[in-house]
């Protein structure tokens, strides 16, 4: 079974930094594209930023400058360093990976449970 599992998150003033954590578990022969999504309260999800296993990296607009996604394929994790937080960055917050199972070689899409990001202004 793979899983991931997801860190970090809470409540943060404007301005303020938080960082996520996205370790996979299980049967892994390796890891593609590692992602960041987000749901804010009546929206639908987003992408927030992704990076290949090559570590190129792709943001949304909104969180360019103010977002850092990196990744440690010794540890098959990956990270959202998030920082100049605002209001609207407000959302339940989602890691995804396409990772190559051990014995199959199949890929599956992987999601993890979800952490909330609460910023106040």
């Known amino acids: 079974q793979v899983q991931l599992v997801q860190s970090g998150g809470g409540l943060v003033q404007a301005g303020g930094s938080l960082r996520l954590s996205c370790a996979a578990s299980g049967s892994i022969r390796g890891i593609n594209d590692m992602a960041w999504y987000r749901q804010a309260p009546g929206k639908q999800l987003e992408l927030v930023a992704r990076i290949t296993s090559a570590s190129t990296t792709n943001y949304a607009d909104s969180v360019k400058g103010r977002f850092t996604i990196s990744r440690d394929n010794s540890k098959n994790t990956v990270y959202l360093q998030m920082d100049s937080l605002k209001p609207e960055d407000t959302a339940v917050y989602y890691c995804?990976?396409?990772?190559?199972?051990?014995?199959?070689?199949?890929?599956?899409?992987?999601w993890g449970q979800g952490t909330l990001v609460t910023v106040s202004s």
């Open positions: 995804n990976a396409m990772i190559r199972r051990l014995v199959s070689f199949q890929y599956l899409e992987v």
